[in-house]
């Protein structure tokens, strides 16, 4: 077991169907800045997670400057607010995964660490992974356990929620560049590599293998689907990745754009599959069983990083471009903007749990959370 920390911040601290879309018109949410570090501890929630520290109240939806109205049906969601929680400088958060126990795991890809966020005091506990250790993706697994993708250790690491021991799976073979972790419908691990691998981990047995990816390097984000599948999108190669669990082999479907790249992925509640194509500047969603994809263009000039499908269905997407954080209406398409008040925020993965996503300004050392509702 490594030694934990704890820190408290300071005050102020291809070939298939495609429908093609327009540009969108997006409606423009104003967001003052997040809660500081001197706000009172809230109360908790009966039955559900803390209660997190409320921001300041929003302004009414506009619509940008030149957009035209597009279809509505529902108003959209009801933002509560924008927070963002300090971390120590210098740790580089990545990626994040709300805990079993209502805090919030992050990776600290600069120090090599695994952090745990208290939401309502604000405490963090640190947990070293290793010597060498670049964390990137952290989810949390059927065991209640956080699972760690290391590309610095070319290991998954399984940090427990209690007691924070920490076990190292190593890779047998060469550096995958690790980057992201899913558990199937069967409990089992599969993640991916950036240099060109995908794998799979039975957490029972530690049994390990990867496989050579379709096409090489750019295996990137990876999810699980309503009904248990697994599948991936390759930023450099710019496909999705449909993996055959009992074959293990991979089913390559194009970006609807090529060479879009299919940077994260994410499910619906229908299974439709969501991608960022971070190189397009679009969202996409690909139906599984209709073989068709549909596309969106972002407002502005986008550069997409992660998508995750709330609870409502709602799609969330972290923009590197506007430094914002967005979200989709697919009833009504159009989107939401949340600008960050830190320039550059550089939001990367986004998890999330019913009426919050969070996501880790990688470049502010700053986890944030949109809370939303109605």
Request: glycine letters at 14%; aromatic letters at 8%.
């Amino acid at each position: 077991m490594q030694a934990n920390a704890s820190w408290s911040p300071q005050p102020g601290a291809g070939g298939h169907g495609l429908a093609r879309r327009a540009p969108l018109a997006i409606v423009a949410l104003l967001v003052a800045a997040c809660t500081s570090g001197t706000s009172p501890a809230p109360t908790g929630t009966p039955g559900g997670t803390p209660a997190l520290p409320s921001g300041p109240a929003t302004a009414s939806p506009t619509l940008a400057p030149g957009a035209t109205a597009g279809p509505t049906t529902d108003p959209p969601p009801a933002l509560v607010a924008m927070s963002t929680f300090g971390v120590p400088a210098g740790s580089h958060p990545h990626d994040v995964a709300p805990a079993a126990d209502g805090g919030i795991w992050y990776t600290a890809q600069a120090t090599g660490t695994l952090g745990w966020l208290d939401p309502v005091t604000r405490d963090i506990v640190e947990t070293r992974l290793g010597s060498g250790s670049a964390p990137h993706g952290v989810i949390v697994g059927p065991d209640d356990a956080a699972w760690v993708t290391d590309s610095g250790l070319n290991a998954i690491v399984r940090v427990d929620g209690t007691t924070r021991a920490v076990t190292a799976f190593p890779l047998d073979g060469p550096d995958a560049n690790l980057n992201t972790a899913t558990f199937d419908g069967d409990g089992r691990l599969w993640f991916t590599g950036q240099n060109g691998f995908y794998g799979r981990l039975d957490p029972e047995s530690g049994a390990l293998e990867t496989f050579p990816a379709p096409n090489g390097r750019g295996p990137y984000g990876i999810a699980t689907t309503p009904d248990g599948e697994v599948v991936y999108g390759s930023l450099a190669g710019s496909y999705l990745g449909l993996i055959d669990r009992e074959t293990d082999e991979v089913t390559v479907v194009d970006t609807p754009t090529a060479g879009g790249g299919a940077r994260r992925v994410w499910a619906d509640s229908a299974g439709g599959l969501w991608i960022t194509e971070w190189f397009a500047g679009k969202i996409a969603r690909y139906d599984p069983g209709a073989g068709t994809w549909q596309e969106w263009d972002l407002p502005g000039d986008a550069q997409p990083y992660a998508v995750y499908v709330a609870e409502d269905d709602g799609v969330w997407i972290s923009d590197f471009g506007s430094n914002a954080m967005l979200r989709f209406d697919p009833g009504t398409e159009t989107f939401i903007s949340l600008v960050h008040d830190s320039d550059p925020a550089s939001v990367r993965q986004l998890l999330g749990r019913p009426g919050e996503v969070w996501g880790a300004e990688s470049s502010a050392d700053r986890l944030m959370v949109v809370q939303f509702g109605g």
